[in-house]
């Protein structure tokens, strides 16, 4: 059986949708940080049948918006000596800044170098965003 041990400090990201955890890996760009990092696929899950989960050893900064766009369902806990300090649960944000970027060539964030790509939430069920800027659908 597989052993996986358990973090001092740190963050794990759990109830990843199995098979999402490498892109979440790269998204947070987990590949550049110093601390031990564990992607741990296919685990056994009552809830999701199965998940994948990622263990991060030390503190990280995490943009919980983007957790939140890429999956929802996704727990963040705050591990401090050994323990569940802190849990985050995450939901579609209403607003994203510079997670995903304007596809329109005539959108001023095409144009203006160094403008931030603002998106609002504009239908929830379908998960579709707007740009603020020129109205853009990100689907």
Known sequence: ??????????????????????SIFHLLKLDEVDSTVA??????SGRLGRKDMIKIEDRFDL???ALGYIDANITVNIIEDGQIKKKHNLSLPSRLTNVIICK???????AEQGLEHEFVLFDKENKI???LYCEQENG
């Open 39 to 44: 992607i741990i696929k296919n685990v056994k």
């Open 104 to 110: 329109n060539p005539r959108c001023i964030t095409s």
């Open 1 to 22: 059986m597989l052993s996986i041990d358990s973090i001092t400090h740190g963050v794990v990201l759990d109830h990843i949708a199995a098979g999402r955890g490498m």
């Open 63 to 65: 943009d919980l918006d």
């Open 129 to 131: 965003y707007r740009c």
